[in-house]
C-alpha cells in the first residue's frame, strides 16, 4: 500500500507499512517544533496509531491528538 492510500488507521493491518508513491515525497512538520525537517520513509500501524518513520531515524505518531502533519510534495524529475 502507498501512503497517499490511507484515509483511517484501519487501512493497514497490525505492523504494515505503507510507502511513498514513486512520484511523491512527505515530509513531516509540527507546530511546534519549526526545526522539524525530515522526509517520511514509510508509515506504520501500531495498535491504533499510524507511526511515521523519518529518513532521520526518528518515529512519529501521524495520528491522534498530538500527531505530527505530513505535507506531499511533488517529484517532479521523477514522475
Known amino acids: 500500500m502507498f501512503i ?13 507499512r505503507a510507502i511513498p508513491e514513486s512520484h511523491y515525497s512527505y515530509q513531516l512538520q509540527s507546530e511546534d ?7 517520511v520513509a514509510y508509515v506504520e500501524r501500531r495498535g491504533d496509531r499510524l507511526i511515521a518513520r523519518g529518513v532521520n531515524g526518528e518515529d512519529y505518531a501521524v495520528t491522534g491528538p498530538d500527531g505530527f502533519e505530513m505535507k506531499t510534495i511533488r517529484n517532479w524529475l521523477r514522475g
Do not use: C, K, S
Open 4 to 16: 497517499g492510500q490511507l484515509r483511517v488507521v484501519t487501512d493497514l493491518a497490525e505492523g504494515e
Open 33 to 39: 517544533d519549526p526545526a522539524l525537517d525530515t522526509l
